[in-house]
């Protein structure tokens, strides 16, 4: 596995633990050498006990020499990261080629190259073209093989996976692929051998569609406010329709973290590239490019315009809960916006402090919920993490008169109703 990151880390992890010999490697040294001593560079329930578990056992091993690691492999997978190139909408692919041109030179003996990094349609093409530049087209084979990870349930995802897709149209690799994953197969994965294009392109649009169906249920939250009907029961109704699915259907602030945001945008430039339009995604990204300037707006009303001295608290700031990244996470628009107004703002993270928020004099970090609740006007329930559900505020936040603003819709409005607490949901 090269790259050590989300998909690298525990796709490598998981296969060591299915029976394979894995090797994890990374070009960053002090990432390696923490692994060596199970110390987890991400948040991922679970994943700390496997690493410890395989590492223990000799079948994962972690490594900064990739050609050593290639030569010893029969599969390699290229895990690298793929993101938005500055101020543009087209992925960033110069690790993958260079990963790619480093494979090259270290094969002597016939190897799967699969591309598990999320990448534009066409990208497995141009590896195969790298590669071929050193090694002869029999001593190799490029396939794609798209991840449906999420972060905070990655674990569970990849031992019990709706579908494997495996983008190739050559039979000895697709058969060698299809043992590989029999462990899931056998658990029920439907098992796809398609085009390596079609392979490319299934993962962006799996996450277009779902970013979509997100935007989608946000949109009518904001008509059922104006309405008095709660989303959820919309959600519901249209969610028990099999060919609609219940899930993802959770009205919230913008979808965030490093794959829609990212992938949406991708699409795009692959559409626009091949002189195509996807209005409907464009129309999606801006959306959500919209929603948090939307929901500011709904505070700055919940708070009859006055956000100047407000005390603020936000339970989560990371762009869900069970996971500790930031990345594109909405209170990154918001706290800023509301410390502009004037607003003095204390958070809560079950993942702690974070650096995105210390250049803010009026954002303070609490450890714990009762501080980053007490005597404050207005608590945003920002991420979903269970320990916020059952929370007594009336009893931490010492203050009559206090808002909850709840982005996840995690409390009943009745109850809270029935407590004489002021309280908003989301699209209701
Ligand atoms: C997403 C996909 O779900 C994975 O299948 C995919 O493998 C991954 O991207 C990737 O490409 O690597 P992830 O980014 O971890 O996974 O997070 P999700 O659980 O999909 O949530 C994304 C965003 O949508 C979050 O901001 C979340 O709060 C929001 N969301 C999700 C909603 O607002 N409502 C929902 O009903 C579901």
Redesign the pocket.
């Known amino acids: 596995m090269i790259g050590t990151g989300?998909?690298g880390l525990v796709s490598g992890v998981c296969f060591a633990d299915l029976g394979n010999d894995v090797i994890c490697v990374d070009k960053d040294i002090s990432k390696i050498n923490k692994l060596k001593k199970s110390i987890i560079p991400i948040y991922e329930p679970g994943l700390d006990e496997l690493v410890k578990k395989n590492y223990k056992s000799g079948r994962l091993k972690f490594s900064t020499n990739l050609a050593e690691s290639v030569q010893k492999s029969n599969i390699i997978f290229i895990c690298v990261g793929t993101p938005t190139k500055k101020n543009k909408y087209e992925a960033d692919l110069s690790q993958v080629y260079s990963v790619a041109k480093e494979i090259s030179l270290n094969i002597k003996s016939f190897k799967i190259i699969i591309n598990k990094s999320?990448v534009p349609v066409m990208t497995g093409d141009k590896v195969e073209k790298i590669i071929s530049n050193k090694v002869k087209k029999k001593l190799f084979s490029v396939i794609s093989n798209p991840?449906?990870?999420?972060?905070?349930?990655a674990i569970r995802?990849f031992i019990y996976p709706d579908r494997i897709v495996i983008g190739t149209s050559e039979k000895r690799s697709n058969k060698i692929l299809k043992n590989l994953y029999s462990p899931l197969i056998s658990k029920g994965a439907k098992y796809i051998n398609t085009s390596r294009r079609a392979a490319e392109l299934i993962?962006y649009a799996?996450?277009a569609f779902?970013a979509t169906k997100?935007t989608f249920?946000?949109e009518l939250a904001n008509l059922c406010e104006k309405l008095k009907i709660n989303v959820e029961d919309v959600s519901i109704g249209i969610g028990s329709d099999n060919r609609i699915g219940s899930?993802?259907?959770?009205?919230?602030?913008a979808?965030?973290?490093?794959?829609?945001p990212k992938?949406t945008r991708a699409l795009i430039d692959t559409a626009k590239k091949s002189k195509s339009s996807l209005s409907v995604i464009n129309t999606v990204i801006n959306s959500n490019n919209n929603r948090s300037k939307l929901l500011l707006n709904r505070i700055r009303k919940i708070l009859n315009n006055k956000i100047k001295n407000k005390k603020i608290t936000f339970l989560g700031v990371t762009?869900?809960a069970n996971?500790d990244d930031m990345r594109e996470s909405s209170s990154l628009e918001m706290i800023p916006f509301l410390n502009k107004k004037g607003a003095k703002i204390k958070y809560y993270d079950p993942t702690g402090i974070k650096t995105e928020f210390e250049k803010f004099k009026n954002v303070q970090f609490k450890n714990n919920i009762k501080d980053a609740c007490e005597m404050s006007d207005l608590i945003v329930i920002h991420t979903e993490w269970n320990e916020f559900k059952l929370i007594d505020l009336k009893k931490i936040v010492k203050k009559r008169n206090f808002i909850i603003f709840d982005m996840r819709n995690i409390y009943s409005a009745e109850k809270m109703k029935k407590q004489k607490i002021k309280y908003f949901g989301i699209g209701k």
């Open positions: 989300y998909v999320t991840e449906f990870l999420r972060e905070g349930e995802d993962k799996s996450n779902l997100i249920i946000n899930r993802f259907l959770r009205a919230g602030p979808y965030g973290g490093s794959c829609f992938d762009f869900k996971t």
